[in-house]
């Protein structure tokens, strides 16, 4: 699976747009990209994938660039519940289901009223 | 959405207890579940894969005499860490993904805090 590059840290005020970028330059043509976030003493909580199209969900939207080495997560309105440590991670689709997910450090997001 | 639910969410014991931790998927057939460990301030890492129906396939430096997977059911694994002592304290956390695969995510527990006195 690709490696994948992310800020350790961020900060974003409440009500206001969290831009979480993630870079993916090794990316494969059949590699997902995909955004989980973990609350603290929590398990991690699914946000959003995507292969190549922009996607757009009730949580968050994904923006991935053309040549998909690298992507964005946007949470629209930033509340104090989104403080968590946000993980991009990208892996390969399989046909049946087996492959684990394999977590870098993340990007600690702290909202501030 | 699919849930996956972890029990129990805190043990505390002795040294030498074994801990069995337990992994459900409750809407959905889990054919293959996860199990994580995460030391505080550092990330997930991944210990076993387990299947429903054959063994489970450890990553290197788990011991799986200490760390007994049984995935028994399509909706059910357990995580028994046995003869416990204070270096197994940590997080640990299931996750679950369906016979349908593809690129379908995995859904996660909400994890175990396991305290070794």
């Known amino acids: 699976d690709a490696k994948t590059t992310q800020p350790p840290s961020m900060d974003c005020a409440e009500g206001r747009a969290a831009n979480l970028p993630c870079n993916h330059s090794t990316i494969s043509g059949n590699e997902y990209v995909y955004w989980y976030r973990q609350i603290h003493s929590q398990g991690p909580q699914y946000i959003i994938h995507?292969?190549?199209n922009n996607e757009t969900n009730e949580m968050a939207s994904l923006i991935i660039t053309e040549d998909r080495k690298s992507s964005t997560l946007i949470l629209p309105h930033a509340t104090l519940r989104d403080t968590a440590v946000y993980y991009c991670?990208?892996?390969?689709?399989?046909?049946?289901?087996?492959?684990?997910?394999?977590f870098g450090g993340g990007t600690r997001l702290m909202v501030k009223p | 959405g699919a849930v996956v639910s972890q029990h129990p969410s805190r043990v505390i014991c002795k040294s030498g207890t074994s801990v069995k931790i337990e992994c459900r998927s409750l809407?959905?057939?889990?054919?293959?579940m996860f199990w994580y460990r995460q030391f505080p301030k550092q990330s997930l890492m991944l210990m076993a894969t387990s299947n429903e129906g054959s063994k489970a396939t450890y990553e290197q430096g788990v011991e799986k005499d200490k760390f007994l997977i049984n995935h028994a059911s399509l909706t059910l694994s357990t995580l028994t860490v046995t003869s416990a002592h204070p270096e197994d304290s940590s997080f640990y956390i299931c996750?679950?993904?369906?016979?349908?695969?593809?690129?379908?995510?995995?859904?996660f527990g909400d994890g175990t805090r396991l305290s070794i006195l």
């Open positions: 995507g292969l190549k």
């Open positions: 991670i990208v892996r390969v689709a399989f046909s049946n289901a087996g492959n684990m997910l394999t």
């Open positions: 996750s679950a993904r369906g016979r349908q695969g593809g690129h379908q995510p995995q859904h």
């Open positions: 809407d959905f057939q889990a054919t293959t």
